[in-house]
């Protein structure tokens, strides 16, 4: 009975498989319109740190796993893109180095930090003394989580991060207040024990990194005040970089690029650059993460006045297309590639359409313009031919990746996507997501940098081969050659005198 059941239900889609089959062949208007059909060849969209949905099996052991067209890509690979041992070594350097930090002190250190006297303090000192010890408390107890586990770096630098942007907002509520902040610096400094000064000294490290300003200021201050000016000079050399599992990591698709004509990488600005506002520090370590693929370009264009947001367009892509030709002349043979952050993207587009260049990667490519949402009939991104790598992220508030497939679908050239699983349009990752899939920032950016190599590689190596069979085409040899032997009917002059052919031959 239950066969007869199974044989009906089959026998039943396949009717309603054929009933489909005739509607979308007599009414043609039932299909998903593509301006170019026969001519999509896009490659699967790949993603990373996306929340899968299925139980794993047998088949799901490798690296990479393919799902409905789209390449998943193993999360559990962090451990693969640093050298435990020497990430493991420099996250204690702080512990290790404290010694030349702060000399002998006579005073009686506290092995815990509620344990310091608060004699004649303050309401506002007490206030900030007890967030900014309720943060370095959770940073203590967060690393000895995660202590002789297999991810400590990752997971060492995770906790410290979150605590260094407690310790930020805790700040910029006092407004950076210079004599409280010396107040406080100089009290953890004198009486902390080891322990506890070696969490603070990382959350000062990684405040550093992104307030470089306010905190040398502060350390400025307490340098004017220590008597000890070794330990000062210490602690600046200690504070100048925060530590990263990735040191000492090589490209791995260095080596290989440096064996074609190394590319021209044209970063495209966002928008009008003033001479006040500095580059943003997300800009300058993604300039630094480019120039491992090629030779990074950057395009500077200067603002102006009483100019709407259309002629600000037509000023960038004119700025653009100067840069690459004034390229093409001085470096003929070496390939040009344009990039750029969302509206920078879409700036690149439109000047591949225009020019003749050997790809385009689009970070965070909006898919809102000023015309509204992109993809329809008359969007000038459907004439595109260049080769196109997509970076987008799931929680970008510019595109979706559903926005950006279905606008692949529409174009005509070679496009890849690789989706970034909790990153916004920045593809700055959630703490969320880091704590999730136990990898870093720099880790994400590591992995979407060997793909825009890997797109780079794939997208150069095509162009060389091209190149080389145009200028070497496969000749026959002399013995193998046809030669077309004239009619004896015909003598050598009726056949200078007949007219070659026209047409379609």
Not at 187 to 202: E, F, I, K, P, R
Not at 277 to 288: I, M, P, V
Request: glycine content about 4%; charged content about 25%.
């Amino acid at each position: 009975m239950a066969g007869k059941n199974s044989l009906s239900t089959s026998k039943g889609k396949r009717e309603i498989v054929a009933d489909i089959k005739v509607i979308l062949l007599d009414h043609s208007y039932s299909k998903s319109w593509i301006p170019h059909p026969g001519y999509n060849s896009n490659r699967p969209a790949k993603s990373i740190f996306v929340p899968k949905f299925y139980s794993h099996d047998s088949r799901s052991s490798s690296d990479d796993v393919t799902i409905d067209g789209r390449v998943e890509m193993n999360r559990h690979l962090s451990s693969s893109y640093y050298d435990v041992a020497k990430a493991r070594n420099v996250m204690s350097e702080c512990e290790k180095h404290i010694g030349l930090v702060v000399a002998k002190r006579a005073k009686p250190l506290y092995d815990d930090i509620d344990d310091i006297p608060r004699t004649g303090w303050t309401f506002r000192q007490n206030q900030l003394f007890d967030k900014v010890s309720r943060s370095i408390n959770s940073c203590r107890l967060a690393k000895l989580a995660c202590e002789t586990t297999a991810n400590e770096p990752i997971l060492r630098r995770n906790c410290i991060d979150k605590a260094a942007r407690n310790v930020r907002q805790i700040f910029a509520l006092i407004r950076w207040d210079p004599k409280l902040l010396l107040w406080l610096h100089t009290l953890l400094m004198d009486n902390l024990s080891t322990t506890y000064l070696s969490d603070y000294l990382d959350i000062l490290q990684t405040l550093r990194a992104k307030c470089p300003s306010m905190v040398d200021k502060l350390i400025g201050m307490y340098a004017s005040d220590c008597q000890n000016p070794t330990g000062s000079e210490a602690l600046q050399l200690l504070l100048n970089r925060k530590w990263d599992p990735l040191v000492g990591t090589v490209n791995q698709h260095k080596s290989f690029l440096s064996e074609l004509n190394t590319p021209l990488l044209l970063l495209v600005p966002n928008g009008p650059t003033q001479p006040s506002n500095s580059t943003s520090r997300r800009l300058r370590a993604w300039q630094s993460h480019l120039s491992t693929c090629g030779k990074v370009v950057p395009i500077t264009m200067h603002s102006t006045k009483n100019v709407n947001v259309s002629q600000c367009l037509d000023h960038m892509i004119g700025a653009v297309r100067t840069k690459i030709l004034e390229l093409k002349c001085h470096f003929p043979k070496r390939p040009i590639v344009l990039a750029g952050w969302c509206a920078g993207a879409a700036v690149a587009c439109r000047v591949a359409i225009i020019e003749s260049i050997e790809g385009v990667i689009c970070l965070g490519f909006p898919t809102v313009g000023l015309d509204g949402m992109r993809g329809d009939i008359e969007d000038p991104v459907l004439a595109l031919t260049t080769p196109t790598l997509f970076v987008v992220g799931t929680e970008s508030r510019a595109s979706s990746p559903d926005d950006i497939e279905e606008l692949r679908q529409n174009m005509s050239a070679n496009t890849s996507l690789f989706i970034v699983g909790g990153a916004d349009e920045q593809l700055r990752l959630s703490h969320q997501v880091k704590r999730r899939e136990c990898v870093t920032q720099t880790i994400a950016d590591k992995m979407i940098q060997n793909e825009i190599a890997e797109f780079l590689s794939r997208t150069l190596t095509r162009r060389g081969i091209n190149d080389e069979n145009y200028s070497n085409p496969v000749t026959k040899p002399n013995n193998q050659r046809k030669r077309k032997r004239p009619s004896p009917n015909l003598s050598k002059d009726s056949i200078k005198s007949t007219p070659p052919k026209t047409g379609w031959y």
